[in-house]
C-alpha cells in the first residue's frame, strides 16, 4: 500500500484565486513528481525534485510553482488560478537507486477554476 | 473495476532484436490506453496512446503498440530494441467515463549490447 496523500481530493475555486495542492508521503522516498491531466488524455510531468531543495520544471510548461522544503513535502501553488488550469493534478514519488524505481501515486486532486 | 496488468516484471532483450512489452487490461466501456515510459533520472514519459481508428499506434522513438479488442491486450512493441530503449515501461488504462488512469506495476526493459 502506498503511502502518499493529496489534499484537497477535489477543489472547486474563483479566477484569481492562490491555492496550494498539497502532496505529502511517508515513505521516505527522495524523489517527487507533479503530473497534470485532462480526462482521458496522457499524463504530463509539469514539476519534479530529486531532494529537499531541488526543484525542476518537467515536460509540460506549467504556471505552477513548486517547494520542496522538507523530504515528504512537496506541495504545489498556483498563484492566481485561471479557468484554463482546470485539470487533474497527481503527484508521485519513489526512492533512488533500490533497483527498479517504481512510482507510487498519490490519489490526485481534481481542481475546477471557474 | 479497471485494472491493467504487464505479467513480467522484466524483459530482457538483445540489441537489435524486436521487442514486446505485454499489457492486459479490464476496463468497462470504450478504453483508452497509454504506454509510458521512465527513463533513470526522469519522470514518467508518454510514448503513445489508443483512443480509437486503427488498432496499431504509432509513438515515439519508433515504437509502436497494437489494440487486441478480443484479447484486451495492449502490447508495446518496437522492431529493433536499443540499448537507450532500456527504461522502465508503464501500461495505463482509462474509460470516457471516468478520466482516471490506471498503471500497470510496470516493466523493466533492458537491452544489451
Known amino acids: 500500500e502506498a503511502d502518499i496523500y493529496q489534499t484537497p481530493r477535489y477543489l472547486v475555486i474563483g479566477t484569481g484565486k492562490k491555492i496550494t495542492l498539497e502532496c505529502s508521503q511517508t515513505?521516505?522516498?527522495?524523489?517527487m513528481y507533479w503530473y497534470q491531466q485532462d480526462p482521458g488524455m496522457e499524463l504530463h510531468l509539469i514539476h519534479y525534485?530529486?531532494?529537499?531543495?531541488?526543484?525542476e520544471k518537467g515536460d509540460l510548461s506549467s504556471e505552477s510553482t513548486v517547494s520542496r522544503i522538507r523530504t515528504e513535502h512537496f506541495p504545489l501553488t498556483l498563484e492566481s488560478a485561471r479557468p484554463s488550469h482546470t485539470s487533474q493534478y497527481l503527484c508521485?514519488?519513489?526512492?533512488?537507486?533500490?533497483?527498479?524505481?517504481?512510482?507510487?501515486f498519490g490519489s490526485g486532486t481534481q481542481l475546477s477554476v471557474l | 473495476a479497471q485494472s491493467v496488468a504487464q505479467p513480467e516484471d522484466q524483459v530482457n532483450v538483445a540489441e537489435g532484436n524486436p521487442l514486446t512489452v505485454k499489457c492486459t487490461y479490464s476496463v468497462s466501456g470504450n478504453p483508452y490506453l497509454f504506454w509510458y515510459v521512465q527513463y533513470p533520472n526522469r519522470g514518467l514519459q508518454f510514448l503513445l496512446k489508443?483512443?480509437?481508428?486503427?488498432?496499431l499506434v504509432k509513438g515515439s522513438y519508433g515504437f509502436e503498440a497494437e489494440f487486441n479488442k478480443s484479447q484486451t491486450s495492449f502490447h508495446l512493441k518496437k522492431p529493433s530494441a536499443l540499448v537507450s530503449d532500456s527504461a522502465l515501461y508503464f501500461c495505463a488504462v482509462t474509460n470516457s467515463n471516468t478520466g482516471k488512469l490506471i498503471f500497470g506495476q510496470g516493466t523493466t526493459l533492458q537491452v544489451k549490447p
Open positions: 525534485s530529486y531532494g529537499v531543495n531541488s526543484t
Open positions: 515513505m521516505g522516498h527522495d524523489k
Open positions: 489508443y483512443i480509437t481508428g486503427d488498432n
Open positions: 508521485a514519488s519513489t526512492r533512488t537507486g533500490t533497483g527498479v524505481e517504481k512510482l507510487f
